[in-house]
């Protein structure tokens, strides 16, 4: 199974400022029959499901603000809230399905400092 | 609007069996692959299984964690999925989402909200 590990497992961040959260995965996700990298990335608040925010790396899902973005390839990945705002306020997670089973990372706590 | 609403969870004694469905609404159920995902109270998320669709010869998958104990099945007419859960164990214990796989076949676009499902003597 691929192992997605993530960095830091928590992080606490002032208003206004950037967040950055990393995965990296034990092996390559990275399709070459398509080039993309199948690597997602799911936000969750307290007492709510999962939601969807980037996936293929670094495609923003509809609605999700541009605050958000993703990048990286291959085995390693971040995630980047370009200016904290009180509601980014939760658990992040990456997922790989690049193979099944899919595999998410332990999860990243953020909050506001 | 695209929904998914999962139902049967609840208090289980260690080595008993529960049903759980997975209702959805919105969009072209018949085509879409449904996976379990499920999260202990304060852990992280935890693929379960998917049932493919019938394109896709209705082919399942399942995390070694609960093969040979749980099946995923579906009645398209109904548009709802199911997971069959027996030989319950205290470990699975936990909040058990039905999700849908996007377009793509690599990300989870549209989840439920979750059913509880504990495990205890």
């Known amino acids: 199974d691929i192992v997605m590990t993530q960095s830091p497992d928590s992080l606490a961040v002032s208003l206004g400022e950037r967040a950055t959260i990393n995965c990296k995965s034990s092996?390559?996700?990275?399709?070459?029959?398509?080039?993309?990298?199948?690597l997602t990335w799911y936000q969750q608040k307290p007492g709510q499901p999962p939601k969807l925010l980037i996936y293929w790396a670094s495609i923003r899902e509809s609605g999700v603000p541009d605050r958000f973005s993703g990048s990286g390839s291959g085995t390693d990945f971040t995630l980047t809230i370009s200016s904290l705002q009180a509601e980014d306020v939760a658990v992040y997670y990456c997922q790989q399905y690049y193979t099944t089973p899919c595999t998410f990372g332990q999860g990243t706590k953020l909050e506001i400092k | 609007e695209v929904q998914l609403v999962e139902s049967g969870g609840g208090l289980v004694q260690p080595g008993g069996s529960l049903k759980l469905s997975c209702a959805a609404s919105g969009f072209t159920f018949s085509g879409s692959a449904i996976h379990w995902v499920r999260q202990a109270s304060g852990k992280g998320l935890e693929w379960v299984g998917r049932?493919?669709?019938?394109?896709?010869?209705?082919?399942?998958a399942y995390a070694a964690s609960v093969k040979g104990r749980f099946t995923i099945s579906r009645d398209d007419s109904k548009n709802t999925a199911y997971l069959h859960m027996n030989s319950l164990k205290t470990e699975d214990t936990a909040v058990y989402y039905c999700t849908r796989l996007g377009n793509s076949g690599s990300y989870f676009d549209y989840w439920g909200q979750g059913t509880l499902v504990t495990v205890s003597s």
């Open positions: 049932i493919r669709s019938e394109a896709n010869s209705y082919a399942t």
């Open positions: 092996q390559s996700v990275l399709y070459s029959s398509n080039n993309k990298n199948y």
